[in-house]
């Protein structure tokens, strides 16, 4: 059984993985694993997956890295390769982008108006606002 | 025995009607009375499903399909719950628990309001149940009884995440009771101050447990997925991450009903969708929409009839609150710039961000009902969620020290030079001696700023040193809440930014440096456990003076078919060293070399210290029931 597991466990492969010498190259590369989905696995960047596919796109980022493309251009690269889907990091563009990225500025941004509107939780039944006394209207 | 639980759940649904029906009519003490009977029927039929897995019954078809003679006892135990109907039942056992503590324990002079609360409780937990029972039931027979089971999902057979899920449900169905009072209050239009001294003693029971829950499912993905990180912004743990955020909102605003009388509406609203929230996690894990590493559970029919369940529910809370909100009246006039008016601000923060949790972990979904496939994953949340939150915690020092009514904004200089000067030191240290980006730097001022804000709120309060330990337990448990986000913010800013990974290939008796510590591969060898088989790496880490001796492993599990990984951590007190085994390579010259996965994670300790102080301090303020003298009354208000 031990053998049988032992075998199952050494895969016959080319060696892969090695980081890129540079540093700030391999950050670079290492942050851009993060953001990009293994197209074999649930839910897990390539940066964690331990499937020979996420491996052989870590690979890929790292080489595309060395060549000085942009992150920009790698992750272009990579949905118009697999599809937006391999982004975990979805694109702003297009009516679906700017609520996805806007929405929750928006409404931050209008609910912070609506407590400045309102100042006082009404006691007053309709919810309509009542006039303030002349001290408190004097302040922001 | 089975069947004897089978009946005694039966019995307890009979029971929850009757607590429900003498509830709604008005009678406290007989609805009080079957809601105890009813968790004592299923406390029995619970126990017999705990009892069928300690035995490995395998003639009850859940623990044939769920257990395995060879596992050891404790996740025999827990793998009661390590499925989808035994942590249904267990969500029954806590619901009917919750109603049997609320007719308990609740002693007011409105028996007609509890009346009704154990009412709607009554109501929810028959639901629950009648899905247990019809659409999950995990009493059911097999025949023949075969002579193994199938096993667990070996990533369940782990100390955290056994008691995880008992301590989530906690959390999300301690939300139904709170759902049930609010409901009451709407009923009789009346959430006035004495309903939220009522309530919020409910509100923070559910939300001490479903913090640790979290921050325990949270520490196993840490060392159990090999990868390094402690959140993955993942559906499932988005899921239970919305109601903590609607709970934390809730625990904020029921202090404004309390104290002022004012916001009565809103925090109605929110008792309603604290467990709407929950309700909704529990639809998202279920019903597998979502693909998740952490579900353990997936099926759409059973997800439909929960969505439908929480359509429902959701639906009758807001006709109900839409036809009683009007009338909630309440509080005396205040200005945006006051106690009121910052609660209010932290309350927009949290709701939204809320809503972008929900957004992010839906939208997925909504753009494949338009035909794209889209992921929105950690880079997203990290630059909505977080800078969102970031907002509040600038403003929670400066703001916790406004007056009810109109704050004095005469200080206000004071404050913004204080922080000023927090973040001009944290970012000419990032460029000098700690090499630390900018963000990291301004994130680490805002830990620091919050701590500071904590100790200076007490310290206010208190004014003295003979005075602080006299100081509401309240009052403490607000300090420690505020501190310990602090040292959230701390651990989780240098995780996201001080953590470094490697990735190493070496074999055995080799050497590689990572990160200031030399590992060596000692050698790789198998090894057994009662139900698993294992590569077990053991390696040297050595840094400075101190040796370590670290075994990652990499598991398989015969019989679920599944291998897990086993990270090895090393704790030096100021960082984890974390090391997870990887795939062994043969290269062409016949030489094996296995890969690891090799993490430094600074003060990751904190993370989970910060988050235990949370539920610390939220469960101090719970139990803060010291006679309070005049004086700190006064003080209080002040």
Redesign the interface.
């Known amino acids: ?2 053998a049988v ?2 075998a ?8 892969g ?3 890129l010498d540079d540093p700030k190259q391999e950050a670079r590369a ?1 942050d851009l694993m ?2 990009i ?1 293994c197209v074999a696995c ?4 390539i ?2 997956s ?1 499937s020979d596919i996420a491996a052989d796109m870590r690979d890929r980022v790292r080489a595309m890295v060395a060549d000085g493309m942009s992150d920009e251009e790698i992750r272009d690269w990579f949905s118009e390769r697999y ?9 702003s563009e297009g009516p ?1 982008g700017w ?3 806007g ?3 928006v ?2 941004i209008a ?2 108006a609506l ?2 509107a309102l ?5 007053n ?3 309509a606002v009542e006039p ?2 002349p001290e ?1 209207a004097g ?2 | 025995m089975i069947e004897a639980g089978h009946f005694a759940a039966f019995l307890a649904l009979v029971f929850c009607g009757l607590q429900a029906g003498f509830g709604l009519r008005g009678d406290r003490d007989q609805s009080g009375l079957f809601a105890g009977l009813g968790f004592a029927a299923m406390g029995f039929a619970f126990f017999t499903l705990v009892y069928a897995f300690a035995r490995s019954d395998f003639s009850v078809e859940l623990v044939a399909a769920h257990s395995h003679t060879l596992k050891p006892f404790g996740y025999k135990i827990a793998g009661t719950w390590g499925n989808h109907e035994g942590s249904m039942a267990l969500w029954c056992l806590v619901g009917l628990g919750f109603g049997a503590a609320g007719g308990w324990l609740m002693k007011s002079d409105r028996p007609k309001f509890e009346s009704r609360a154990l009412g709607v409780q009554g109501l929810l937990n028959l639901a629950s149940l009648a899905y247990l029972l019809f659409a999950s039931s995990p009493f059911t027979r097999l025949d023949p009884a075969p002579l193994q089971g199938q096993g667990l999902n070996p990533l369940l057979q782990d100390p955290a995440l056994a008691i995880h899920p008992p301590m989530l449900y906690l959390g999300y169905v301690g939300y139904s009771f709170v759902f049930a009072l609010a409901a009451a209050g709407l009923i009789e239009g009346r959430i006035d101050r004495q309903w939220a001294k009522q309530a919020r003693g409910w509100a923070l029971a559910a939300f001490v447990p479903l913090t640790l829950g979290i921050a325990l499912g949270s520490y196993w993905a840490y060392y159990e997925l090999g990868w390094g990180g402690w959140w993955f912004w993942d559906p499932v743990e988005n899921a239970s991450l919305m109601p903590w955020l609607i709970g934390a909102a809730l625990m904020h605003s029921i202090i404004v009903t309390e104290k002022r009388g004012s916001f009565s509406a809103w925090t109605a609203l929110l008792a309603v969708l604290a467990f709407c929230f929950s309700l909704l996690g529990a639809f998202l894990v279920r019903s597998g929409v979502l693909t998740s590493v952490h579900s353990f559970a997936v099926d759409p029919l059973r997800g439909s009839v929960l969505l439908a369940g929480l359509l429902i529910l959701g639906g009758a809370a807001l006709v109900l609150f839409a036809l009683r909100a009007p009338k909630l009246s309440g509080g005396p006039e205040w200005l945006a710039t006051s106690r009121e008016g910052a609660l209010m601000g932290n309350n927009l923060i949290l709701t939204v961000a809320t809503f972008t949790v929900l957004l992010g972990t839906l939208f997925p979904l909504i753009a494949e009902a338009v035909g794209q496939t889209i992921s929105v994953g950690e880079p997203y949340f990290n630059l909505t969620f977080t800078p969102i939150m970031a907002l509040a915690l600038v403003a929670l020092p400066v703001v916790q020290a406004w007056a009810w009514g109109k704050a004095d904004l005469s200080s206000l200089w004071k404050w913004a030079l204080g922080f000023a000067g927090i973040v001009a030191a944290f970012w000419l240290a990032g460029i000098g001696p700690l090499n630390i980006p900018l963000l990291a730097g301004v994130g680490l001022a805002l830990g620091v700023w919050l701590i500071f804000g904590a100790g200076q709120e007490i310290w206010r309060r208190a004014k003295t040193f003979a005075r602080l330990p006299k100081m509401p337990l309240r009052v403490w448990g607000m300090t420690l809440a505020h501190a310990g986000l602090g040292i959230f913010v701390i651990g989780a800013v240098l995780q996201s930014s001080g953590r470094t990974q490697t990735t190493l290939a070496l074999q055995e008796g080799e050497t590689q440096t990572v990160a200031g510590w030399d590992v060596r591969l000692d050698d790789v060898s198998s090894v057994e456990g009662p139900n698993w088989y294992a590569e077990r790496a053991t390696l040297t880490a050595v840094r400075g003076g101190t040796a370590a001796q670290m075994q990652p492993q990499k598991r398989y599990y015969p019989a679920a078919r599944m291998p897990t990984t086993e990270t090895a951590i090393h704790k030096t007190g100021t960082s984890d060293l974390y090391i997870a085994l990887g795939d062994g390579r043969r290269n062409r010259a016949g030489e094996t070399r296995w890969t690891f996965e090799v993490f430094l994670n600074p003060l990751i300790d904190f993370v989970y210290l910060g988050v235990v102080l949370i539920a610390l301090g939220a469960g101090l303020s719970m139990a803060g029931k010291r006679t309070r003298t005049r004086k700190d009354a006064e003080e209080e208000t002040a």
């Open positions: 059984m031990k597991l032992a199952l466990l050494v895969l016959f492969a080319a060696e993985g090695a980081q290492q993060r953001e989905r649930e839910n897990e960047p940066s964690n331990g599809g937006e889907f391999v982004l975990f990091r979805p694109s679906g609520l996805l990225w929405a929750p500025f409404l931050l609910g912070g407590i400045f100042r006082r939780g009404g006691s039944a309709s919810g303030v006394d408190e302040s922001p």
